[in-house]
């Protein structure tokens, strides 16, 4: 018996278009098309960074509390953006 194998493709892919019209990239999800289009894949490199850095000094489980507040506290005004820029996006990411 021959198996027939099946490719999995998708239906609607995701483009980001940049520079006017000028470049177009493709994209994996709707949050990777925003980070696309905004630019934002050096901040968030930068916070990464950041958040590794921190977690390698981290000596305790008093540090690891204080770095949970930290994060929560960033996620939170994530969230307000996100919420801002468009609540239905939101409203379907945000599962609280």
């Given amino acids: 018996m021959v198996k027939k194998q099946r490719k999995t493709v998708k239906k ?5 278009v940049t520079n006017n019209g000028q ?3 493709s ?10 289009k905004f630019g934002l894949a050096p901040i968030i490199e930068f ?3 950041i958040i590794q850095m ?7 489980m008093v540090a690891l509390e204080l770095i949970r507040g930290f994060l929560d506290e960033m996620v939170d ?10 609540p239905v996006l939101a409203f ?5």
């Fill in 92 to 96: 379907s990411i945000i599962k609280r």
């Fill in 23 to 25: 470049d177009v990239e």
């Fill in 47 to 49: 916070m990464n960074t």
């Fill in 27 to 36: 994209a994996e999800s709707f949050i990777d098309a925003l980070v696309k």
């Fill in 77 to 86: 005004a994530l969230e307000k953006l996100l919420k801002l820029v468009d």
């Fill in 12 to 16: 609607n892919p995701l483009f980001v």
């Fill in 54 to 60: 921190i977690m390698e000094q981290v000596g305790g």
